[in-house]
C-alpha cells in the first residue's frame, strides 16, 4: 500500500512541477490581445469577473427604458476591442471569441449583434469580418 | 405679522407652485434625450400618413430596409418585411390608392397582451418593441398583430448594422427607428419620403401641442386602421 | 368492494419490441428534423410569415387537448362517483401524463429558440394566455402524477377522490385555455370567438376518449394474463356511447360556430372560406372533420348491430382522431391561410402577400417532428405499461356494474368472467 500512495504523490509532484513551469506550452491560453492603448472603462479585474453581468443589466436598461450609455454599450466595446487585421471580435484572433472558446462557454450574442466595429459599417474602408465560427 | 393657518397653507402651495412650473415646462419642451435619460411617458411618437400624396414609389421600403439591414434571401414567404407598401382598391367603386404598412405602435398592443415572456413590449413613449434577449420564438404575437405587421426571423442574419441587432428565430417589426428617434432623428422612412417621395409622412410627439404632428392631428380629419378594435394606434392616415 | 388486481405488460413479448423499435425509429426522424429546423431555420419547413403555426402545432395541440381528455376515465371514478370504473383510472392517468408530454415536446422543439427553455420558465407576461398555459401544462403533469401515486399507494387510496377533483378542475382550465390561446385573437375572424374555449373542452372529451379506448384495446390484445378481451370488449361497450356523445357534443358546438358566423355579413368571406371554395380546407373540413370525425362514428357508435363490435368500435375510435386532426388542420391553418380583412370593402394587395388566401404545404421536417411527438407519447406509454402495473388484471367489477335495463349484457358478462 505505502509503495502505492508514494507512486501516486511522486507523480503528482513530477506532473505539478512541469506545470508550474511558466514557459511550458502543455497548457493552452487563451489569445487575448488588446490592440488600443488606454484602460477599458472599468479596471480590468472587475472587467474579467463581471463583464457578463454587466452586459446582462445594461442590455435590459437600454431596450426597456432607452438607456443608452456610451460607456457600458455593447456597440462601445466592439469598437474598442475588435482586432483591426479582421475588424471582428469573433474567429480565432477576436477577442471576444478566443477567450470564450478557452473557458468553453458559448455566448450567441453576436447571432443578433453586429461583431464589427462601427467605422466599418458606416462605408468608411471595408474590413471583411472572420466569418463567425460555428457555436 | 401674524399669519392665519390658511394664509401660511396658501401662499406655501403658491410658492412650491411657482417653483415647479418652469420645471414642468422645460421638460415638455425638451426635443433629443440625451443618451442616460430613460424615455418618458409625456412623449408618444406618431406618424401621419397622407395617403393621398402617398405615390406608387417605394422609398420609404427601401430607406427602412437601408436604416435597419434588413435584406431578403429571395423568399418572399419568409423574408422578413417591416414596412411594405399596400394597394387597395375599392370592390364597389374601382376606386385606387396605395399606402405604406408598418406597426401601427398602438396604446393597446395586442401583440404585447400574448407575448408569454414579456418580450413583446411597449416602451415608455409609445414604441413597440421586441426584446430579442427575450424571445423564444413562439410567434403568438404574428398571429395576433391585427395588421400583419410582424415577421419571424426565418434564416441566420449576418452584416448586421451595429445599431439595428437582428437574429434567427425571434420576431421582429418596425421599431419606429428607434436608435434614430433616441439621439433626435426622424425614421428613415419619414426622411427617404421627404426627401425623394411624396412628402407624404409626418413624425412627431404625438403630446407636443406645438408640434407638427399634433398641430395637422387636431386641425384635419384622419383615421386609425381597423378603429373598431380600439388600440388607438399611434399611427394615422388621412386620405381613406 | 373485491380489490383489484393490476398487471404489468409483459416485456419480452416480440410485439412489444417491434412497436417500440418503430416507435423509436419515428422518435428519432422527429429529433433530426428538429435540430434540422433549428439549425437551418424555418424557412426549410413550409412555414412562413403568413403561416406561422403549421403541422407540428396540430400534431401538438391534439396531443395537448387528448391528454386533458384522457384524464376522463379516471374522472369517472374519481369525481363522479362510478366505482366501476376505477380498475381503468391508471391507465386514464399515465396516458393524460404521456400524450401532454408528447405535444409538449413538439411545441418546443418548434420554437424560434428552443435554447431558451430556461426564459420561458422564468419570466412571466400574466396577461398572456401562454404564459397561464406554460403553468396549467407543468402543473397537470405534476398533479396527475400525485392522483397516480394516490392511486398506487394502499394507504393512499383515500386521498385518491379529493387530488382526482383537484385534477379534473386542472384540467378543465387547462383545455379552457388552450382553446383560448385561439379565442383571444381579436386580429382573425377566423378566431376571435369565445367558443373556442367550450369547443376545446368536448374536444378534448371525444379525442381524449377515442385515445384511451385504442390504447386499452391495443393493451389488452396482449397474451394472457387478462384483461381477457371478452371482458375488455365489454368495458368498450360501456365506454363507446360516451364516446358517441362527445363526438355529437363536438358537432354540435361546430354547427353553433358556424351558423352564428354566417349570420355577420361581415365574417360571410371566412364561412365561404371554409365551407366553399378554400379547396384543401374545404375538403378536410367537410370529409375529414364533418364526415370521417362526426356523422361516421356516431352512424357505427349507435348502430344497435354494428357497435357491439370491438373491431368497429376501434374502427370509429380512429376515425375520430382523424377527423380530429383535420378539424385542428382547418382550425389552425386554415385560420391563418384565411387573410386578415384590415380594410373591409377593398381589396388589398401587397408584397407581404396581404388580402390574399396564404399557401401552405407541410414539409418533411415539420411532419417527422409532429409524428416524432406522438411517437414519444405512445412509447413512453408502452414503456410505462411494462414498467409498472397500470393494467387492470380483471375489468369483471365493470361488466357487472350495467345499469337498470341492461340485464342481457350482465348475465353475458358475469359468464364471461366465470
Redesign the interface.
Known amino acids: 500500500m505505502a509503495p502505492l500512495v508514494a507512486a501516486l504523490v511522486a507523480l503528482f509532484a513530477i506532473a505539478g512541477l512541469a506545470g508550474a513551469a511558466e514557459s511550458s506550452t502543455r497548457v493552452a491560453r487563451p489569445a487575448i490581445k488588446v490592440e488600443k492603448a488606454g484602460a477599458c472603462v472599468e479596471p480590468t479585474d472587475e472587467m474579467r469577473r463581471n463583464h457578463m453581468n454587466m452586459l446582462f443589466q445594461q442590455r435590459d436598461q437600454t431596450v426597456h427604458l432607452g438607456l443608452r450609455s456610451p460607456r457600458h454599450s455593447l456597440k462601445g466595446c466592439v469598437d474598442c476591442h475588435a482586432n483591426p487585421a479582421t475588424g471582428s471580435v469573433l474567429g480565432k484572433d477576436g477577442f471576444c471569441e478566443s477567450c470564450h472558446a478557452y473557458a468553453a462557454v458559448k455566448i450567441d450574442c453576436f447571432e443578433c449583434h453586429s461583431s464589427s466595429p462601427r467605422r466599418a459599417a458606416a462605408g468608411l474602408e471595408p474590413i471583411a469580418p472572420m466569418k463567425a465560427t460555428a457555436q | 405679522m401674524s399669519l392665519d393657518r390658511r394664509a401660511f397653507l396658501g401662499m406655501g402651495v403658491a410658492g412650491a407652485g411657482a417653483m415647479l412650473a418652469p420645471g414642468l415646462r422645460l421638460i415638455e419642451l425638451a426635443q433629443a434625450?440625451s443618451?442616460?435619460?430613460?424615455?418618458s411617458t409625456l412623449k408618444r411618437w406618431g406618424l401621419l400618413i397622407d395617403t393621398v400624396k402617398c405615390t406608387d414609389c417605394e422609398v420609404c421600403v427601401t430607406a427602412c430596409n437601408e436604416e435597419n439591414g434588413v435584406a431578403g434571401?429571395g423568399?418572399?414567404?419568409?423574408?422578413?418585411?417591416w414596412i411594405?407598401?399596400?394597394?387597395?382598391?375599392?370592390?364597389?367603386t374601382g376606386h385606387v390608392q396605395s399606402l405604406p404598412?408598418m406597426c401601427q405602435h398602438c396604446e393597446d398592443p395586442?401583440c404585447?397582451?400574448?407575448?408569454?415572456?414579456?418580450?413583446s413590449?411597449k416602451?415608455?413613449?409609445g414604441i413597440v418593441?421586441v426584446?430579442?434577449?427575450?424571445?423564444?420564438?413562439?410567434?403568438?404575437c404574428?398571429?395576433?398583430?391585427?395588421?400583419?405587421a410582424r415577421?419571424?426571423?426565418?434564416?441566420?442574419?449576418t452584416?448586421?448594422?451595429?445599431?439595428v441587432?437582428?437574429?434567427?428565430?425571434?420576431?421582429e417589426s418596425c421599431t419606429l427607428c428607434?436608435q434614430r428617434v433616441?439621439r433626435g432623428a426622424t425614421p428613415a422612412c419619414v426622411e427617404a419620403c421627404d426627401k425623394d417621395g411624396g412628402k407624404a409622412m409626418v413624425f412627431g410627439d404625438l403630446n407636443d401641442r406645438a408640434g407638427e404632428l399634433n398641430r395637422r392631428l387636431r386641425v384635419e380629419p384622419s383615421s386609425a386602421?381597423?378603429p373598431e378594435?380600439s388600440l388607438d394606434p399611434a399611427v394615422r392616415y388621412q386620405g381613406? | 368492494m373485491a380489490a383489484i388486481h393490476y398487471r404489468k405488460l409483459p416485456g419480452r413479448s416480440p410485439g412489444l419490441r417491434a412497436t417500440l423499435a418503430i416507435l423509436g425509429a419515428l422518435i428519432a426522424a422527429g429529433l433530426m428534423g428538429a435540430s434540422y429546423m433549428e439549425g437551418q431555420g424555418h424557412y426549410v419547413t413550409g412555414m412562413s410569415n403568413r403561416i406561422v403555426w403549421g403541422i407540428p402545432h396540430v400534431y401538438a395541440v391534439f396531443l395537448i387537448v387528448a391528454a386533458s381528455g384522457a384524464l376522463n376515465v379516471a374522472s369517472i371514478s374519481s369525481v363522479f362517483g362510478r366505482d366501476a370504473y376505477k380498475p381503468l383510472a391508471r391507465l386514464s392517468g399515465l396516458l393524460a401524463i404521456t400524450l401532454l408530454i408528447g405535444g409538449l415536446v413538439v411545441l418546443v422543439l418548434d420554437l424560434g429558440r428552443p435554447d431558451r427553455l430556461i426564459v420561458a420558465m422564468t419570466h412571466y407576461n400574466f396577461k398572456s394566455i401562454f404564459a397561464w398555459n406554460i403553468f396549467l401544462y407543468t402543473g397537470f403533469i405534476a398533479i396527475v402524477a400525485v392522483y397516480l401515486w394516490m392511486l398506487f399507494e394502499r394507504r393512499m387510496n383515500s386521498y385518491g377522490k379529493p387530488v382526482g377533483l383537484l385534477a379534473f378542475l386542472w384540467r378543465m382550465t387547462l383545455t379552457t385555455g388552450t382553446g383560448s390561446i385561439f379565442g383571444f385573437l381579436v386580429a382573425r375572424e377566423s378566431y376571435d370567438s369565445a367558443i373556442y374555449a367550450p369547443l376545446f373542452i368536448v374536444m378534448s372529451l371525444s379525442f381524449g376518449l377515442a385515445i384511451f379506448l385504442l390504447v386499452l384495446m391495443a393493451a389488452s390484445a396482449q397474451p394472457a394474463p387478462a384483461p381477457a378481451p371478452a371482458q375488455a370488449q365489454a368495458v368498450v361497450l360501456r365506454l363507446k356511447n360516451l364516446l358517441g356523445v362527445f363526438v355529437a357534443s363536438v358537432l354540435y358546438l361546430v354547427l353553433v360556430q358556424h351558423l352564428t358566423n354566417l349570420y355577420f355579413t361581415n365574417r360571410h368571406g371566412f364561412e365561404r372560406f371554409i365551407l366553399v371554395d378554400g379547396g384543401v380546407y374545404t375538403a378536410l373540413f367537410w370529409i375529414g372533420q364533418m364526415l370521417l370525425g362526426g356523422i361516421l362514428p356516431l352512424a357505427l357508435l349507435f348502430h344497435p348491430m354494428w357497435s357491439r363490435s370491438r373491431r368497429i368500435v376501434a374502427a370509429a375510435a380512429i376515425c375520430v382522431v382523424l377527423g380530429g386532426f383535420a378539424q385542428l388542420y382547418v382550425i389552425i391553418i386554415g385560420g391563418q391561410a384565411y387573410p386578415i380583412e384590415m380594410f373591409p370593402g377593398k381589396e388589398l394587395s401587397s408584397s407581404f402577400f396581404d388580402g390574399v388566401v396564404a399557401s401552405y404545404a407541410p414539409s418533411l421536417p415539420e411532419i417527422a417532428l409532429g409524428l416524432g411527438g406522438f411517437a414519444l407519447a405512445l412509447a413512453l406509454t408502452a414503456v410505462a405499461l411494462v414498467v409498472l402495473p397500470f393494467l387492470p388484471a380483471s375489468l369483471s367489477d365493470i361488466v357487472i356494474d350495467t345499469g337498470a335495463g341492461r340485464g342481457s349484457e350482465a348475465a353475458e358478462g358475469r359468464a364471461a368472467s366465470a
Not at chain 2, 426584446?131 to 413562439?138: L, V
Not at chain 2, 452584416?159 to 445599431?163: A, I, M, R
Request: include cysteine; glycine fraction near 8%; charged fraction near 30%.
Open positions: 434625450r443618451p442616460e435619460e430613460a424615455a434571401h423568399r418572399p414567404a419568409t423574408d422578413p418585411q411594405r407598401k399596400a394597394t387597395l382598391s375599392d370592390k364597389r404598412l395586442p404585447v397582451d400574448v407575448c408569454p415572456t414579456g418580450a413590449f416602451r415608455a413613449d418593441l426584446d430579442k434577449h427575450t424571445c423564444i420564438g413562439c410567434r403568438y404574428v398571429m395576433a398583430c391585427p395588421y400583419g415577421s419571424f426571423v426565418h434564416e441566420a442574419v452584416g448586421q448594422k451595429p445599431d441587432p437582428r437574429g434567427k428565430g425571434t420576431v428607434v433616441d386602421l381597423r378594435l381613406l
